[in-house]
């Protein structure tokens, strides 16, 4: 299995940004598409968007569309999420995953963001 850990997260205001590391080890990472979650306080964990395995496609969930971009560094085993326009409901535990096609085969340990109003 591959190794996951994100970094990048912290405390923004309202409107800010932040960018969001996943960086891989164990594995060459270009064999796994990638995904980013996020869970909020009281929530089940939610899906906010993915990229494949060269990056030549994304998905997004509609609430972060047009604000979070992925793309990722297969020569850096590294996948970013750049998040922009930050909102106070935005605050979550941040956690990527990937998956070889069989489901979310590995979880990294996650990273806190908060966006304060």
């Known amino acids: 299995q591959v190794q996951l850990t994100e970094s990048g997260g912290g405390l923004v205001q309202a409107g800010g940004s932040l960018r969001l590391s996943c960086a891989a080890s164990?594995?060459?990472?270009?064999?796994?598409?990638v995904g980013w979650f996020r869970e909020l306080p009281g929530k089940e964990r939610e899906f906010v968007g993915s990229i494949n395995r060269n990056g030549s496609g994304r998905n997004y969930a509609d609430s972060v569309k047009g604000r979070f971009t992925i793309s990722r560094d297969n020569g850096k085993n590294a996948v970013y999420l750049q998040m922009n326009n930050l909102k106070p409901e935005d605050t979550a535990v941040y956690y990527c995953?990937?998956?070889?096609?069989?489901?979310?085969?590995?979880w990294g340990q996650g990273t806190q963001v908060t966006v304060s109003s």
């Open positions: 995953a990937a998956t070889s096609g069989t489901g979310w085969e590995s």
């Open positions: 164990g594995r060459p990472f270009s064999r796994y598409g």
